[in-house]
């Protein structure tokens, strides 16, 4: 059993961003994988839990970067389960470059929910003894319960076949795409994302009708996406920028 996982991956002109950076969703897509097979050697994998009737479902992250990846690097993710808080299990990532510099560190909360009520089951019920990795963490603290204000309609968009996943929902990847979408070029330019912060509330379907909403564009800027139909909040995001330094300005 590797109660720490390594995986490395080259960052490809796909994945990045118009400054040459990896996007912010996929380098959540890259946690979302190197969680998934490590819980896979540990037993608890996607096939094995399914038959169960149970699956893991992400529910909070939160992410400190001090800088991003570039095109054509090769970064090395470490990621590992830290024990339970509450009904969360909890597995913490950091990401190195080929120096062995920290890039990026992160913790995140996963619920084990039943397939057929959605409903959060106790780590008993999965009756596998994963590793603690007793007092090594990423960061400090198990991010809380996000509160946001929001004063404006960033935009509206409809669900459409390119953000469904093989559960016919959105993945929880595009939100973080959603939420920095919410930005304009100007912004970008001039800002560099030092971290971000997501708390995920609701399931979203082929067709659903969604409206972000944002509440300034300083430091720490506040973000959530609705349904318009039922007004059900399907995720919060709090985005943290640092500005960028323009020589001779």
């Given at each position: 059993m590797?109660?720490?996982?390594?995986?490395?991956?080259?960052?490809?002109?796909?994945?990045?961003?118009?400054?040459?950076?990896?996007?912010?969703?996929?380098?959540?897509q890259f946690f979302q994988e190197v969680a998934s097979n490590h819980a896979a050697t540990l037993g608890a994998g996607y096939n094995t839990l399914i038959e169960r009737g149970l699956f893991w479902a992400l529910s909070r992250l939160a992410v400190e970067i001090s800088r991003m990846p570039s095109w054509g690097e090769t970064i090395l993710i470490e990621t590992w389960p830290c024990g339970t808080e509450g009904?969360?299990?909890?597995?913490?990532?950091?990401?190195?470059?080929k120096d062995q510099q920290v890039l990026i560190r992160a913790v995140s909360g996963w619920l084990l929910l039943a397939a057929?009520?959605?409903r959060p089951q106790r780590p008993v019920i999965l009756d596998i003894a994963l590793p603690v990795n007793q007092g090594r963490k990423a960061l400090a603290n198990f991010p809380e319960?996000?509160?946001?204000?929001?004063e404006r309609i960033a935009f509206n968009k409809s669900v459409a076949y390119n953000e469904i996943d093989q559960n016919l929902h959105v993945n929880n990847t595009r939100y973080l795409d959603w939420a920095t979408d919410c930005f304009d070029l100007e912004h970008y330019q001039?800002?560099?994302?030092?971290?971000f912060?997501?708390?995920f509330l609701a399931e979203t379907h082929w067709g659903d009708e969604i409206e972000l909403r944002?509440?300034?564009?300083?430091?720490?800027a506040s973000i959530e996406a609705l349904e318009r139909?039922?007004?059900?909040?399907?995720?919060?995001?709090?985005?943290?920028?640092?500005a960028i330094s323009h020589r001779g300005s």
């Open positions: 590797e109660s720490v996982w390594r995986e490395s991956f080259e960052i490809k002109s796909y994945s990045i961003d118009f400054q040459l950076n990896i996007k912010p969703s996929v380098l959540l009904l969360f299990f909890r597995r913490d990532f950091i990401v190195y470059d057929e009520t959605l319960r996000l509160t946001v204000q929001t001039n800002s560099r994302l030092s971290g912060s997501l708390e944002i509440g300034n564009t300083g430091i720490n139909t039922s007004e059900i909040t399907l995720f919060k995001a709090i985005l943290h920028w640092a």
